[in-house]
């Protein structure tokens, strides 16, 4: 069973930055260049469903993100640390969500993640 716990969460301004770290524990993490072994991160903004953000394998060799967020978010790896962060830099309101992280196959769909973190809020002012 794989453990997640979210951090880095809180409050800024529009145009601000902030990174969310994803430590995860509990199993091993396969790093091969074939293997699908990824950490996805979702948000849930107010009233609103859950949606992908982006993902990175444990490789390292594969990112993908929401079109949304290309260009301002990045998501990396620790691969020591076993973390996984995600720097968001130009901050919008419209980013203000719960934000998750995933632990899962390379996948967009929240569906395909089997373990989930409990959530850490990012609320950006205007």
């Known amino acids: 069973q794989v453990q997640l716990v979210e951090s880095g969460g809180g409050l800024v301004q529009t145009g601000g930055s902030l990174r969310l770290s994803c430590a995860a524990s509990?199993?091993?993490?396969?790093?091969?260049?074939?293997?699908?072994?990824?950490i996805g991160w979702f948000r849930q903004p107010p009233g609103k469903g859950r949606e992908f953000v982006a993902v990175i394998s444990w490789s390292g060799v594969y990112t993908y993100y929401a079109e949304s967020v290309k260009g301002r978010f990045t998501i990396s790896r620790d691969n020591a640390k076993n973390t996984v962060y995600l720097q968001m830099n130009s901050l919008k309101f419209e980013d203000t969500a719960v934000y998750y992280c995933?632990?899962?196959?390379?996948?967009?769909?929240?569906?395909?993640?089997?373990?989930w973190g409990q959530g850490t809020q990012v609320t950006v002012s205007s």
């Open positions: 509990g199993r091993a993490f396969s790093t091969s260049l074939f293997s699908t072994d990824s």
């Open positions: 995933a632990s899962g196959p390379r996948s967009v769909r929240s569906n395909d993640y089997e373990s």
